[in-house]
């Protein structure tokens, strides 16, 4: 993985002031690519790369360029092709030459051979630019399921791209603005926000499968991918071997990497099929699998089973790491590092996040990066595979809205007066009915279908996407790549169309995963209750962050009472219960909401940012 930048302007610059430019957001970007760097410059185009080494370390060096005929093709990129081989071959059969063993220069032929059409060629995780320097046209995208971020900034005759806002907000053309969209997103949507929506006002992100051109004439986007609704064809029987087949594959494709790598295991599902597979694959080339878990200081004391989390993760990660072999290695955090962690975790987000469930992985990324440089991990499969409770209880499925977020009239009486200028209800409803319009449906689906296939889009394109920008970001934060495999757009594409009474056969949640990997793991891991990421249950935690809440608003450069009411703030602080619902999801309760809090008003401070009346 790596970390990208680049800047086109029509109208040219002056060759010192964008590599001074460049310079800056470059730096901003380096803990993503903390190996090596480079850069390219031309009249219009000047592009900046930061590279972590996984694949070919000793080649694949960007900006990378190669011609054909006439014209110079430049391309900067940040990903993993997993079908990488399978392209060599097909373009050297083309006449295609290779100098390196890396996939960037897989991708860069596949672009020069088929152009724009590459993108349905590929299967990875990526977000890249290609310039053509005789043509002047610059071409961008991004992976179909939005794993790598891609974030732009459009003016008249140019525009800014890099894979994280920090390093478009050091560009001196960017200012650090939010209008009322802004402020609805951070308090009404937050930790989630809008599909394509840098939150910053004129900072875009291109959306999962989009690509765009910018040339002289502007910017013209696409997607090139979408979920779309087909007949399920197949048997119980052969939808079990099929399933079986995707996500073993994509789970070995991920295996692919010429540096250390491991996988993150709680002792659930998902991340014990991961780690049940790549353990197998290791033993057959004489290697041990190390796998990864993340604990809380006086967690065994302090645990309390509940509807979403009914027992423990320790004897479930203890079996698992004896049944597949791994040397396994848990990391314990305790509080004054946890609440702690919730600034830098802002600070790789860019924007306040999912609190403690941010920090936590923050820290156990950091852990990680001591002895490895890529991980597995399980995310996205309850997305995809309805592994969440809201998919179960119809009360909450036939419900209007975001199915983990049913605060929004909490939140917005949170928001001062006249600072919105419009319907808080009104507006996150508009939100969640955006997404639903491009659901496809069959004929056939019965409502019960219909919904589900309703909520897969809700899930995959709002809630998914939070946890990927989280993945992404705490990880990157310190040079740690992390693969998902269950993000396979080929194991989405085909779940979207498996009939919900076929997905939750027996009706579990994930029934079908569990039928399809009936073998590979022990029968009661196989077929143990959904359990969340591990959070803190240590009181600590709830009374640090209130405390650290109560001197923020006596502070004299508090800013979140510039769009938050101080009173209702502080009659909180000492009535945390007045707030009925979880801020969002299960994970985000009472003392996340303070935590989210407590990164907003350090978001403002940090980034300094400009609210526009």
Same mark, same amino acid.
């Given at each position: 993985?790596?970390?990208?930048?680049?800047?086109?302007?029509?109208?040219?610059?002056?060759?010192?002031?964008?590599?001074?430019?460049?310079?800056?957001?470059?730096?901003?970007?380096?803990?993503? %690519? @903390?190996?090596?760097?480079?850069?390219?410059?031309?009249?219009?185009?000047?592009?900046?790369?930061?590279?972590?080494?996984?694949?070919?370390?000793?080649?694949?060096?960007?900006?990378?360029?190669?011609?054909?005929?006439?014209?110079?093709?430049?391309?900067?990129?940040?990903?993993?092709?997993?079908?990488?081989?399978?392209?060599?071959?097909?373009?050297?059969?083309?006449?295609?030459?290779?100098?390196?063993?890396?996939?960037?220069?897989?991708?860069?032929?596949?672009?020069?051979?088929?152009?724009?059409?590459?993108?349905?060629?590929?299967?990875?995780?990526?977000?890249?630019?290609?310039?053509?320097?005789?043509?002047?046209?610059?071409?961008?995208?991004?992976?179909?399921?939005?794993?790598?971020?891609?974030?732009?900034?459009?003016?008249? %005759?140019?525009?800014?791209?890099?894979?994280?806002?920090?390093?478009?907000?050091?560009?001196?053309?960017?200012?650090?603005?939010?209008? !009322?969209?802004?402020?609805?997103?951070?308090?009404?949507?937050?930790?989630?926000?809008?599909?394509?929506?840098?939150?910053?006002?004129?900072?875009?992100?291109?959306?999962?499968?989009?690509?765009?051109?910018?040339?002289?004439?502007?910017?013209?986007?696409?997607?090139?991918?979408?979920?779309?609704?087909?007949?399920?064809?197949?048997?119980?029987?052969?939808?079990?071997?099929?399933?079986?087949?995707?996500?073993?594959?994509?789970?070995?494709?991920?295996?692919?990497?010429?540096?250390?790598?491991?996988?993150?295991?709680?002792? %659930?599902?998902?991340? !014990?099929?991961?780690?049940?597979?790549?353990?197998?694959?290791?033993?057959?080339?004489?290697?041990?699998?190390?796998?990864?878990?993340?604990?809380?200081?006086?967690?065994?004391?302090?645990? +309390?089973?509940?509807?979403?989390?009914?027992?423990?993760?320790?004897?479930?990660?203890?079996?698992?790491?004896?049944?597949?072999? !791994?040397?396994?290695?848990?990391?314990?955090?305790?509080?004054?590092?946890?609440?702690?962690?919730?600034?830098?975790?802002?600070?790789?987000?860019?924007? @306040? %996040?999912?609190?403690?469930?941010?920090?936590?992985?923050?820290?156990f990324c950091k852990e990680v990066r001591r002895h490895f440089t890529v991980a597995l991990s399980g995310e996205c499969a309850d997305e995809i595979f309805a592994g969440y409770p809201?998919?179960?209880?119809?009360?909450?499925?036939?419900?209007?809205?975001? @199915?983990?977020?049913?605060?929004?009239?909490?939140?917005?009486?949170?928001?001062?007066?006249?600072?919105?200028?419009?319907?808080?209800?009104?507006?996150?409803?508009?939100?969640?009915?955006?997404?639903?319009?491009?659901?496809?449906?069959?004929?056939?689906?019965?409502?019960?279908?219909?919904?589900?296939?309703?909520?897969?889009?809700?899930?995959?394109?709002?809630?998914?996407?939070?946890?990927?920008?989280?993945?992404?970001?705490?990880?990157?934060?310190?040079?740690?790549?992390?693969?998902?495999?269950?993000?396979?757009?080929?194991?989405?594409?085909?779940?979207?169309?498996?009939?919900?009474?076929? +997905?939750?056969?027996?009706?579990?949640?994930?029934?079908?995963?569990?039928?399809?990997?009936?073998?590979?793991?022990?029968?009661?891991?196989?077929?143990?209750?959904?359990?969340?990421?591990?959070?803190?249950?240590?009181?600590?935690?709830?009374?640090?962050?209130?405390?650290?809440?109560?001197?923020?608003?006596?502070?004299?450069?508090?800013?979140?009472?510039?769009?938050?009411?101080?009173?209702?703030?502080?009659?909180?602080?000492?009535?945390?219960? !007045?707030?009925?619902?979880?801020?969002?999801?299960?994970?985000?309760?009472?003392?996340?909401?303070?935590?989210?809090?407590?990164?907003?008003?350090?978001?403002?401070?940090?980034?300094?940012?400009?609210?526009?009346?």
């Amino acid at each position: 993985m790596c970390g990208i930048a680049g800047w086109t302007d029509y109208s040219g610059f002056r060759p010192e002031t964008a590599q001074e430019i460049m310079k800056g957001m470059a730096k901003e970007i380096t803990p993503r %690519g @903390p190996d090596s760097g480079g850069y390219y410059f031309a009249e219009n185009c000047a592009f900046a790369h930061r590279r972590l080494s996984v694949i070919d370390p000793a080649g694949g060096a960007q900006p990378m360029s190669r011609f054909a005929g006439e014209e110079k093709y430049t391309i900067v990129y940040n990903g993993e092709l997993y079908n990488s081989s399978e392209l060599k071959e097909e373009l050297s059969a083309l006449g295609m030459r290779f100098e390196t063993v890396c996939d960037t220069e897989v991708l860069l032929n596949a672009y020069i051979a088929w152009g724009d059409g590459c993108l349905d060629r590929l299967n990875g995780i990526y977000a890249f630019a290609v310039w053509q320097e005789k043509e002047k046209r610059l071409f961008l995208a991004r992976d179909r399921m939005g794993v790598k971020p891609l974030f732009y900034y459009e003016y008249t %005759g140019g525009i800014i791209f890099a894979s994280e806002i920090k390093a478009l907000l050091a560009h001196p053309n960017i200012p650090a603005v939010i209008d !009322s969209e802004g402020i609805a997103q951070i308090i009404l949507l937050g930790p989630a926000r809008k599909p394509g929506s840098g939150v910053f006002k004129g900072i875009k992100e291109l959306k999962p499968a989009e690509c765009a051109v910018f040339n002289e004439y502007g910017l013209k986007k696409r997607s090139y991918w979408a979920l779309r609704a087909i007949p399920h064809k197949e048997t119980p029987e052969e939808t079990e071997e099929h399933l079986s087949y995707l996500i073993k594959d994509a789970i070995k494709r991920q295996l692919v990497s010429d540096v250390p790598l491991c996988t993150f295991l709680s002792g %659930g599902l998902d991340s !014990s099929i991961i780690s049940a597979v790549a353990a197998r694959e290791f033993e057959q080339n004489g290697r041990q699998l190390t796998t990864f878990s993340v604990d809380y200081k006086d967690n065994d004391k302090n645990f +309390k089973a509940g509807k979403f989390q009914p027992d423990a993760d320790a004897p479930w990660i203890r079996q698992m790491s004896a049944f597949i072999g !791994s040397k396994h290695i848990n990391t314990e955090i305790d509080t004054p590092a946890l609440t702690e962690a919730l600034y830098p975790a802002v600070d790789a987000r860019d924007l @306040p %996040g999912m609190a403690d469930v941010d920090s936590s992985l923050y820290l156990f990324c950091k852990e990680v990066r001591r002895h490895f440089t890529v991980a597995l991990s399980g995310e996205c499969a309850d997305e995809i595979f309805a592994g969440y409770p809201w998919y179960h209880d119809e009360e909450i499925l036939f419900r209007p809205g975001f @199915p983990w977020a049913r605060s929004t009239s909490e939140r917005a009486a949170l928001i001062k007066s006249g600072v919105l200028g419009f319907n808080a209800a009104d507006y996150v409803n508009d939100c969640c009915n955006e997404t639903l319009k491009l659901t496809q449906y069959l004929d056939a689906d019965g409502k019960k279908d219909r919904r589900m296939r309703e909520m897969f889009m809700l899930n995959v394109y709002w809630f998914m996407q939070c946890l990927l920008d989280r993945k992404d970001r705490m990880s990157m934060a310190h040079g740690l790549e992390v693969r998902v495999p269950f993000c396979d757009h080929r194991i989405a594409s085909y779940a979207y169309n498996i009939p919900w009474s076929m +997905k939750c056969i027996g009706e579990r949640e994930k029934g079908l995963v569990r039928r399809a990997m009936t073998g590979l793991l022990p029968h009661d891991v196989l077929w143990r209750k959904k359990s969340p990421y591990p959070k803190t249950h240590n009181p600590t935690y709830l009374n640090e962050v209130l405390m650290r809440a109560r001197v923020m608003l006596q502070s004299t450069d508090c800013r979140i009472t510039e769009i938050l009411d101080k009173k209702r703030l502080c009659e909180l602080c000492e009535d945390y219960d !007045s707030f009925k619902n979880n801020w969002y999801g299960q994970l985000m309760t009472a003392p996340q909401m303070f935590a989210y809090l407590l990164q907003t008003d350090y978001w403002l401070r940090k980034y300094n940012v400009k609210i526009e009346k």
